[in-house]
């Protein structure tokens, strides 16, 4: 799901799932659906996805292309009637950021003196870098689905069509940071694959969806860089 990190940089990502009506009938278990679903997603070479996480005066927005070797995000961040904007590429154990100062501050958390000065200039960090793990995170193919994984118990939310497309929804909740939270997985039946994961918690809507299985992820990451160590 989409977070706003507390450390450096933050990364992010999100996800979601759909199955089906006849499987579900078959005497599956949600949690083997799941399971099965996030096995065959982790099989793939890449998907795209959108997420979006919103709460009162902020609002993220996420359109993002994971591959099993490299990645890329478009991140939109809104906060007090300001918008901004940052991309987060990952590419050869090497994570790129450029964003405006705004975004740089406030979803980032960079230092205001440092972000002002990095304004629209493109930043790495190398795998060795401490904030590295943070900024990658959710950016690849295995991290971005790793954020759609539950605790269990899981219940069965019924099946519905989408699209011509037969979905079931699994739904866990659990306490996170004092807070409980509410998520639900959905899984197209035909594909087993995940189409959507909507989340709920303390005045806080997480969404997103995945489509575009297997496409190429191509991108050009910056010929020279800031590092940051």
Known sequence: M?????????????????????????GVSPARLV???????????????LASQTSSGMAVTIAGDAATDRGIQHITYRKGGRLGHVTVMVEA???????????????????????????????SLASSAPDYKTVAAGVRL????????????????GALTRHGDRLVGIESHF????????????????????????????GITLRATFSRWNERVSFSPPASAIPIR
């Not at 399971?35 to 996805?49: G, I």
């Not at 295995?142 to 219940?155: C, G, H, Y």
Request: net charge positive.
């Open 175 to 202: 306490q996170r940071a004092g807070h409980t939270v509410s998520e639900t997985l959905y899984i197209d039946v035909a594909r087993s694959l995940p189409v959507e994961q909507v989340g709920r918690s303390a």
């Open 93 to 123: 154990n090497t994570a790129y950021v450029r964003g405006d100062a705004f975004t740089l501050a406030n979803y980032m958390r960079i230092p205001a003196s440092a972000a002002t000065a990095w304004d629209g200039k493109w930043l």
């Open 142 to 157: 295995a991290s971005t689905l790793d954020e759609l994984k539950m605790p269990q118990p899981f219940r069965s939310v």
């Open 35 to 49: 399971s099965s679903a996030l096995a065959k997603a982790h099989a793939q070479s890449s998907v795209h996805y």
């Open 2 to 26: 989409v977070v706003v990190g507390s450390r450096v940089f933050a990364g992010a990502c999100a996800a979601a799932l759909f199955l089906a009506a006849g499987v579900a009938s078959a």
